[in-house]
């Protein structure tokens, strides 16, 4: 997905930006679900990871009709293929 979207030349940027996302997102929840188990147990802790998970699925909601494929996709060997045939082969 992030290949689709990078602009030419940038993809691994933009792959960078996506595990310093998934880095980040790792230390924000262990900095608050450390804290909601000490206050109130281990199932505030995975409360913590399940709110974490309803936060990542709003998001994806939200922004998927800008995360789907309207136009060719340019794949990393430089093939060039329609959307509905990228959607196509991805599925099965």
Partial sequence: MVDRHA???????A????????GVGAALGSAVAGPAVEL???AAG?????AG???ALLVLLATGRVLHPRGPVRHADGE???AAVHAE????
């Fill in 53 to 55: 998970g309803l936060v």
């Fill in 89 to 92: 082969k991805n599925t099965h």
């Fill in 15 to 22: 792959f960078s930006w996506l595990v310093t996302t998934f």
């Fill in 46 to 50: 995975f409360a913590v990871a399940g």
């Fill in 80 to 82: 060039t293929v329609p």
């Fill in 40 to 42: 109130a147990g281990t």
């Fill in 7 to 13: 602009p030419s030349g940038t993809v691994t940027e």
